[in-house]
């Protein structure tokens, strides 16, 4: 059965404190993942996606990394707006459907 | 631009009622998604379409969920009767085609009593 995991479940932060966040996932034929942002009462946002092993995306203070087995989103220098549940979904076998991890909820304090 | 709109936002009714949650998706988006989030078993997919058609609603819980697409720009999901356990937060999500990345409405939060 397919899994998506996501660690830690929770993480909090000193603003400039820089961290990891990771996915890892059992899928047989990894189409793509993908990593959303969500904040309080909206839906999840868009940040990356990654097709294939070695692929980095970057996008200011965030960067997502991909292995076969598992993802990484850095966090660098955070600040306090970096505050979210960061969640990773992954396309297997069937375009379109995305299968989500629980998330991980980021606070950063000043 | 114009994301997913959903409507409505907060929804509270008591258990038996039929409840209907609307989407449009982003214009130009051939591909429309129903998700579902609790505590307990984070976000899940109900259905999704394509081109107004549906392709797999293996996630849809029970007979008692329908999703309905009448054209490009309105989508429905309706519950009835409703149950308590049915009380999530209910996200539209739409896309270009299946491998470009889904964008999300803000959801509708629905309270079933």
């Known amino acids: 059965e397919d899994q998506v995991t996501q660690s830690p479940e929770a993480l909090r932060l000193q603003e400039g404190e820089s961290s990891s966040l990771n996915c890892s996932y059992t899928?047989?034929?990894?189409?793509?993942l993908f990593w959303y942002r969500q904040d309080p009462g909206k839906g999840p946002e868009f940040l990356f996606t990654l097709y294939s092993a070695g692929e980095e995306k970057e996008k200011e203070r965030l960067k997502a990394t991909l292995t076969k087995k598992e993802s990484f989103l850095h966090i660098t220098a955070p600040k306090p707006e970096d505050s979210a549940t960061y969640l990773c979904?992954?396309?297997?076998?069937?375009?379109?459907?995305?299968?989500f991890g629980a998330g991980t909820q980021v606070v950063v304090t000043p | 631009d114009a994301g997913v709109i959903q409507s409505p936002r907060h929804e509270v009714t008591e258990m038996g009622q039929e409840v209907t949650l609307r989407c449009k998706p982003i214009?130009?988006?051939?591909?429309l998604f129903w998700y579902r989030q609790t505590m307990m078993r984070g976000l899940e997919l109900l259905i999704y379409?394509?081109?107004?058609?549906?392709?797999?609603d293996s996630g849809m819980p029970e007979d008692r969920f329908s999703a309905k697409m009448p054209n490009a720009s309105f989508s429905t999901l309706k519950i009835q009767p409703s149950e308590p356990r049915d009380s999530a937060v209910y996200f539209c999500?739409?896309?270009?085609?299946?491998?470009?990345?889904?964008?999300f409405g803000d959801g509708t939060r629905l309270s079933i009593l």
């Open positions: 999500a739409s896309s270009l085609d299946p491998g470009q990345p889904q964008h």
């Open positions: 979904a992954v396309q297997a076998d069937s375009w379109g459907k995305l299968q």
């Open positions: 214009s130009g988006h051939d591909y």
């Open positions: 899928v047989s034929g990894l189409r793509g």
């Open positions: 379409f394509n081109n107004n058609v549906p392709i797999d």
